[in-house]
């Protein structure tokens, strides 16, 4: 077996032009039809990544809400207690006042009706005491 130059040259020819046009039809939009997929790819995963932060703060933001909606119905409801006691308290000042009012009342009604009744048991011993005088005398 022995190299034949002529040969070996068409080779080196042929596989010159076929790598030509396989380079020029066949591998350079294969890596720009890759490269363009890898930039999609990218691009996707950029986006995927931003959506994640931005959903990641509207959740922070959203529990910063929520934290700041339960603390100001706390303080409501607080607020709303304090108040009921105030007025609970008030109301019940004034429930003693006319109840010690109305005892005094009463007992002033009672100091009089005792003072009638001491003055007609008085005034009925005047008159039994001098009926039985005169019956005795009698």
Not at 29 to 52: G, N, V
Not at 87 to 95: D, N, P, R
Not at 114 to 127: I, S, T, V, W
């Amino acid at each position: 077996m022995t190299i034949q130059i002529s040969v070996l040259l068409w080779t080196v020819i042929t596989f010159c032009i076929l790598m030509f046009f396989l380079n020029k039809f066949l591998f350079k939009p294969l890596l720009a039809f890759m490269d363009a997929r890898e930039q999609k790819i990218a691009s996707a995963r950029e986006r995927r990544e931003k959506a994640a932060l931005a959903l990641e703060t509207a959740e922070r933001e959203a529990e910063q809400r929520r934290r700041a909606a339960e603390k100001q119905a706390r303080d409501a409801a607080a607020a709303a207690i304090l108040d009921a006691k105030r007025l609970a308290a008030k109301q019940t000042a004034e429930a003693e006042n006319r109840y010690a009012l109305l005892l005094e009342q009463r007992r002033s009604e009672m100091e009089t009706e005792k003072r009638e009744l001491q003055q007609n048991l008085d005034a009925g011993m005047d008159d039994l005491v001098t009926a039985f005088v005169q019956k005795l005398v009698s």
